[in-house]
């Protein structure tokens, strides 16, 4: 007798186990819904996409919701209820989706012309009559008596019309995500959008599948059924987290960096440990079920417990866990900041985000490319594009971008035309006599192209808030600039310390406190006019005591002790050898061929095989390095003139007179 029942429960375990798994599954993305749709309240509700995005959000989580209630209640009538409650939202479903797509393809610079607009009308309309005729019974039917495998609503002669015009409404909405990915020119959005449409595919289709409940295929593999469903919920989950991951883009204004973040934070915190409680639950409880007691004494100790480890794991993990996975090269700078760092606008956020504003105005225009020239100090510090980076060939040199911009010291705040590109200043309205320009944005633009009033004003928007940001950001590095200085101080403190716990003396070593910030902007100032200039005979770098007594080498003269002095500098960073173009000379060939021979930005970039940009990035490397070299010859040479006495310094009877 026991064996017997042994092995009728030996058989009925894999269709149980699959049942309780797509109950938790189902209830898991029921959950996700609701907790991604908490998350997207933070979103700009007047963004069309948040909008649309948060109606689907509200319509899954009903689905799926439904869904569960109705599997493990054992009332008919609620049963009833509540699958015709997740009839009703998936009949709305494909008028959300349509409303969804045409958002996205308006914001690739395809507004809707009048057509899209009265269809996502009349969707739904039309999915508004589908829902009101469910109570009705004429969408869909009564209650089946028969629940193999699972409880479902009788199809009427008019669900098959139904099932037709989901599948058609979904079919036009993917139509309209794929225009929208193909619009995109650049490879970031398109990959956005791609796994968007990738994303907004899976509940759509997996939502299919209830359309089929009850079919004679499903009553004959129950197992097949479970399966297919835990698949769908598995898919459907993932989907959701994808989606709320682009669209978070268009409805919040965060870096990409704090939207990976927050994001990361409330999927853990929220659905992950939501899932878990309610599966250690539920095989609790159907543990006590076969011992004739579903409300044994382990179920609240199960979910208490599951919180409390959940909870301890994700407090102790998670902080790292995001540093390794979304700051990246961002950390150092992260660090420094730490209690500031959701409110800063790092270099690489600002450059991400300047390259979605290229990006953006490629898609609203439908140009080859874009491109921003960020301005400090009077000239061209880098550039940041998007689209064709073969436009960037054709552009002129640097100081004739900022002169097509500014008349006698001014600078107009309007479109300027330059040879083959359109030029919109960067200008920041400090007070009402100064403006500041903080870079210069252009795209390549045709005798025959002509732009509509939207499409200019759409532009002019996106440059406001690239001004925006490098003005931000311009603020923020003086921030960031005294932070630098404080922190060398801090260090040699702790130094001073370390050094001076098991000698006394140590604590009159010599050494410098920090390195002036400004120090590697004097390096820059005198290369650029290293063969003469202004910037090279006023450079503080000319009161430096090592420039003094070289200079006794060259007749008394600052300017070629110091022209000497960078030379040397630069030729230490020079590996030995013939001179190559491979990657342990890049600094060296930067610093000789921009500075030292005085070719063009653009000669340099195609000489490295590199681009503009990176050769920007790798030139601030270089004069770092030179720099450092000049600093510490300048420590050097003061110590040895020097050479400080400590008995000499300290009176003998350890008083210290007043200065």
Not at 461 to 474: E, G, P, Q, V
Request: charged fraction near 20%.
């Amino acid at each position: 007798m026991n064996f017997s029942l042994f092995t009728a429960a030996a058989m009925i375990s894999l269709t149980s186990v699959l049942k309780i798994i797509a109950q938790i599954l189902n209830a898991g993305v029921a959950i996700t819904a609701i907790a991604l749709a908490m998350y997207a309240l933070s979103f700009d509700f007047r963004d069309h996409i948040a909008r649309t995005f948060m109606i689907i959000l509200a319509l899954v989580a009903i689905v799926f919701t439904s869904d569960t209630i109705a599997n493990i209640s054992n009332s008919s009538a609620i049963i009833q209820a509540w699958l015709q409650l997740r009839w009703a939202a998936m009949a709305l479903m494909p008028a959300a989706y349509f409303y969804f797509s045409d958002a996205l393809l308006t914001i690739t610079g395809r507004p809707s012309r009048g057509r899209r607009t009265l269809l996502a009308r009349v969707f739904m309309l039309i999915s508004l009559v589908w829902a009101v005729l469910i109570p009705l019974r004429i969408t869909v039917g009564a209650l089946a008596a028969d629940a193999n495998p699972v409880a479902y609503l009788l199809r009427s002669p008019v669900s098959v019309v139904f099932g037709a015009y989901y599948l058609g409404v979904l079919v036009l909405s993917f139509y309209n995500l794929a225009r929208a990915v193909l619009r995109s020119n650049t490879t970031t959005t398109r990959r956005r959008l791609f796994y968007l449409f990738i994303g907004a595919s899976a509940p759509a289709i997996t939502c299919v599948l209830f359309l089929f409940h009850g079919s004679a295929l499903f009553s004959r593999n129950p197992d097949f059924f479970w399966l297919l469903t835990n698949l769908g919920a598995i898919v459907t989950g993932i989907a959701l987290v994808v989606i709320a991951y682009v669209v978070s883009f268009f409805g919040l204004s965060w870096t990409d960096r704090a939207i990976k973040s927050r994001l990361f934070r409330w999927l853990m915190r929220g659905p992950f440990v939501a899932m878990m409680v309610l599966g250690a639950t539920t095989v609790v409880r159907r543990y006590g079920l076969t011992l004739g007691d579903p409300y044994i004494p382990y179920v609240p100790v199960a979910m208490v417990g599951t919180v409390l480890i959940l909870e301890y794991f994700i407090t102790l993990l998670a902080p790292g866990l995001e540093k390794t996975l979304f700051f990246g090269s961002d950390r150092e700078d992260l660090s420094l900041i730490r209690t500031l760092e959701e409110r800063m606008l790092t270099e690489k956020d600002l450059d991400q985000f300047l390259e979605i504003i290229a990006a953006s105005i490629c898609d609203q225009l439908q140009v080859r490319g874009a491109f921003i020239a960020v301005v400090e100090n009077g000239s061209v510090n880098y550039f940041i594009h998007a689209g064709d980076r073969h436009i960037m060939d054709k552009l002129p040199e640097t100081g004739e971008l900022i002169r097509a911009v500014q008349t006698d010291q001014q600078v107009s705040r309007e479109m300027v035309r330059l040879g083959s590109f359109q030029l919109i200043p960067l200008v920041y309205q400090q007070d009402i006599e100064q403006t500041r320009l903080f870079g210069v944005c252009g795209f390549p633009v045709g005798a025959a192209d002509a732009f509509v009033p939207e499409q200019i004003s759409a532009v002019r928007l996106l440059a406001d808030r690239a001004t925006l940001a490098l003005k931000d950001r311009a603020l923020q590095m003086q921030v960031l600039t005294s932070l630098s200085l404080l922190q060398p101080e801090v260090d040699y403190i702790q130094e001073l310390i370390a050094s001076s716990s098991y000698n006394q003396k140590g604590i009159y070593r010599n050494g410098s406190a920090q390195v002036p910030g400004e120090f590697t902007d004097w390096v820059k100032d005198a290369l650029t006019h290293y063969w003469g200039g202004p910037k090279l005979t006023n450079n503080p770098l000319l009161n430096l005591r090592l420039v003094e007594i070289t200079s006794e080498n060259y007749d008394g003269s600052k300017t070629n002790a110091l022209r000497a002095l960078l030379k040397q500098a630069i030729d230490q960073s020079k590996p030995e050898g013939d001179r190559k173009y491979t990657s342990d000379w890049i600094l060296y060939n930067i610093l000789d061929l921009k500075f030292i021979q005085g070719e063009k930005v653009r000669e340099v970039a195609r000489k490295l095989a590199m681009s503009e940009a990176d050769l920007y990035r790798k030139q601030r490397v270089a004069l770092e390095n030179v720099a450092r070299i000049l600093m510490r010859q300048e420590a050097e040479r003061i110590a040895s003139e020097k050479q400080p006495k400590v008995e000499a310094d300290v009176p003998l009877n350890g008083s210290a007179e007043p200065l």
